[in-house]
């Protein structure tokens, strides 16, 4: 299952875009998230020597309805908030994908680790180019183990091969005695192997394996 981080860059209309860039040296940490097709919620943990001015102006926007503030120290503030625009959380919530939490923004860059289905993944990419939200991909990582990399019949006509000595030198099968034993057609079985083979290789190859 592919693992990705994303850099996302937060056009100044999402109003925690705006926000962060207007104090770029605040870290905010969301903690919790949540949506629905009208309102979000969310935790955020907030580090500014401005810390006051941020309070304040989160107030001031007409997307957020309500900004709670849980406990405060010098410079840090735990707060809850309810907005009525929920942007930043609806190409996640619409392509199906989990965020992981906390996720951290500053001055107008949010930061997600997702790990999802490389469909989800796709609908994501999808989801955030339809809010006209640009983003870059530092990496995207393969937990590749051999049932995932294979089909099942491949996995089955390697696992066959190894057992009848296909693989060993001097060679103890043919490809014509391999294919009669779990019988197919000698083309197929020839097709078989050579994609799964591919697939390993280029695997060992990449260092995924």
């Known amino acids: 299952m592919p693992e990705a981080k994303l850099r996302l860059e ?18 905010f940490k969301i903690l919790a998230a949540l949506s629905d097709a009208e309102e979000g919620v969310g935790l955020v943990e907030i580090r500014s ?5 941020i309070l304040d102006d989160m107030e001031r926007y007409d ?13 840090q503030a735990l707060v809850q908030f309810e ?17 992981e939490m906390p996720f951290e923004l500053s001055d107008g860059i949010a930061v997600w680790e997702v790990q999802t289905s490389s469909d989800r993944l796709s609908e994501l990419s999808d989801q955030l180019e339809f809010f006209d939200i ?5 990496y995207i990582q393969y937990d590749v183990d051999e049932k995932q990399l294979l089909t099942d019949s491949q996995e089955e006509l390697i696992e066959k091969a190894i057992e009848m000595g296909y693989y060993d030198t001097p060679r103890e099968c043919s490809l ?19 994609r799964a083979e591919g697939k390993i290789i ?8």
């Open 49 to 53: 020597s401005s810390l006051a001015e």
């Open 202 to 209: 280029k695997q060992v190859a990449t260092g995924s394996l």
């Open 10 to 27: 937060l056009p100044d209309d999402i109003w925690i875009g705006e926000l962060t860039r207007r104090y770029p040296d605040a870290m």
């Open 176 to 194: 014509t005695e391999l294919a009669e034993e779990i019988g197919r057609s000698k083309s197929t079985v020839s097709e078989t192997l050579h």
């Open 134 to 138: 640009s983003f870059t991909v530092e």
């Open 63 to 75: 997307s957020v309805s309500n900004v709670a503030v849980l406990n405060r120290t010098d410079g």
């Open 83 to 99: 907005t009525t625009l929920p942007m930043l959380l609806l190409p996640a919530r619409d392509s199906g994908v989990p965020l």
